[in-house]
């Protein structure tokens, strides 16, 4: 009977630490990532809007099929859906299966004649539990590095049309 009483304030003591940790820890987190290109606002308004353009770009698009349905694409376990869309921004909803939503925006700013900065970031809303809380700690790890590798991608693609 003593071994069970310990057990059971060992896992309440644990889970009540293991959730007064991840409280620390914010309830929204972003990734982003920057680059400069040497392109034009319309090509990387082209490339970035139009969710048909990404396959150029984007390496796990050219391993998986990309389905339309009403304004929404599917694409292995995620779809995208287009939020906002201006001059110089566009935004998206990003649901990957068993994670929570995130807000996807690019936007570009001119630095000098025909250089423009690509910001492209992921942003999340998570609720209170620990273990979504944890999870936010591998999307700079993940997030980042893949998106480091999609927006050399995308200047490539971009670098390549303007030498065309």
Do not use: C
């Amino acid at each position: 009977m003593r071994l069970i009483r310990l057990i059971i304030i060992s896992f309440l003591v644990l889970g009540s630490l293991v959730t007064a940790i991840s409280a620390l820890f914010p309830s929204t987190v972003m990734v982003s990532r920057a680059l400069e290109v040497g392109a034009t606002a319309q090509q990387i308004q082209h490339y970035t809007a139009d969710l048909n353009e990404w396959n150029k770009w984007m390496s796990d698009w050219k391993e998986n099929k990309a389905v339309w349905k009403d304004s929404t694409l599917y694409i292995g376990t995620q779809t995208i859906k287009l939020k906002t869309k201006t001059d110089n921004s566009v935004t998206y909803d990003w649901v990957a299966t068993g994670q929570r939503p995130y807000i996807v925006k690019f936007e570009w700013f001119p630095t000098q004649k025909g250089i423009f900065v690509v910001h492209w970031s992921f942003e999340q809303h998570v609720k209170w539990y620990p273990w979504e809380k944890f999870q936010t700690l591998l999307n700079e790890k993940v997030l980042g590095y893949k998106m480091e590798m999609e927006l050399a991608n995308l200047r490539d693609v971009m670098l390549d049309e303007n030498n065309k």
